[in-house]
C-alpha cells in the first residue's frame, strides 16, 4: 500500500507469523508473558531471530488508533523541552496524528500545528486546534525547509515505504530543525536466549499494515542520515515491548 498510517501502541494478539528481510525468511513465534495485563488478559510477545538487520516485515499485519503512553507522550514532551526551548516556532508538522497528538505539547501553543495523517478517525480538543492534512507521507505536499519540528510516533512500522517518509521529512524540514520520532525497537536483553531476542508485538491487526521493527542502529543511521547530529536517543521501554525516542538536528 505503501502509505502511512495511525499511531498505535495496542499490544497483538498471539499467532504465529512469517517474517521476511530480502531475500531471507524467518519466523516469528508467539510467547505468552506470565503477568496480567490491566484488562485482565495475558501480556503477549513474539521473539524472533536477533540478526543484524535493521529491520523485518510483517506480514498480515494492521494498526489502528490508540492512545499514546504516558511514558512515551512525556519523553517527547522533554525532547521537545530540552531541543527547542527559547527557540522562535513558526511551524509544527506532527506525521501520523491522532486523537491524543504530540502537537499539545506546551512548546508548540504559538506555533502553526500541522497534524497529517491519512484520515481522521476521531477528534479531540487538542486535534480540533491544528491544521488537518490527509494524505500520503511518502509524497508530503509541502514546500521545501516548511517546518521546525517534525513529530512521528508509532506510525513508521505502518509504513510499507518508510524510507520514502523519512526522505520527506528531511525535505520539508528546516536547516537546523529537529525531527523526533518514536519507534518499536529490537535491542539486546538479558532475556535473550539461543540467538532469540524480544521484539514489540504486532498491534493493529484492523489496518493489515504492521511491516517492521527497528534496530537502534537502524534508528541512529538510517532515519537520521545526512543530519548534522543525532542528539538523542532514549530508551523509553525495554521490555515486553522495546521502544525508543530519538532526536536528530538537520
Not at 509504513?159 to 523526533?180: H, P, Q
Not at 541512529?220 to 523509553?236: H, P
Amino acid at each position: 500500500m505503501g502509505e502511512l498510517g495511525f499511531t498505535s501502541e495496542k499490544k497483538g494478539e498471539p499467532e504465529t507469523a512469517a517474517i521476511r528481510y530480502s531475500s531471507c525468511l524467518l519466523h516469528l513465534v508467539p510467547h505468552i508473558g506470565p503477568k496480567c495485563c490491566s484488562s485482565g488478559g495475558r501480556k503477549c510477545y513474539f521473539t524472533a531471530f536477533s540478526v543484524n538487520f535493521c529491520a523485518i516485515s510483517i506480514s498480515n499485519c494492521g494498526i489502528s488508533p490508540e492512545t499514546m503512553s504516558p511514558d512515551v507522550f512525556k519523553t517527547f514532551a522533554n525532547v521537545v523541552s530540552s531541543r527547542l526551548s527559547g527557540r522562535p516556532l513558526a511551524s509544527v508538522l506532527e506525521i501520523g496524528a491522532a486523537a491524543q497528538t504530540l502537537l499539545a505539547i506546551d512548546q508548540f501553543n504559538s506555533a502553526r500545528r500541522v497534524a497529517f495523517n491519512m484520515r481522521f478517525d476521531k477528534l479531540s480538543p487538542e486535534l480540533e486546534k491544528a491544521e488537518r492534512v490527509t494524505g500520503n507521507s511518502n509524497t508530503l505536499e509541502f514546500p521545501d525547509e516548511t517546518f521546525d519540528c517534525v513529530l512521528s510516533c508509532s506510525t513508521l512500522e505502518h509504513d510499507k515505504y518508510f524510507w520514502r517518509s523519512i526522505a520527506e521529512t528531511k525535505r520539508v524540514l528546516k536547516s537546523g530543525g529537529f525531527f523526533i520520532v518514536g519507534v518499536p525497537i529490537y535491542m539486546t536483553l538479558p532475556t535473550d536466549k539461543d540467538f532469540t531476542t524480544q521484539t514489540y508485538a504486532r498491534h493493529g491487526l484492523a489496518y493489515n499494515a504492521d511491516f517492521y521493527r527497528y534496530s537502534e542502529q537502524a534508528v541512529r543511521e538510517v532515519f537520521f542520515e545526512g543530519y548534522s547530529e543525532v542528539t538523542d536517543e532514549i530508551i523509553v521501554r525495554r521490555t515486553p515491548n522495546p521502544f525508543m525516542v530519538a532526536a536528530g538536528k538537520k
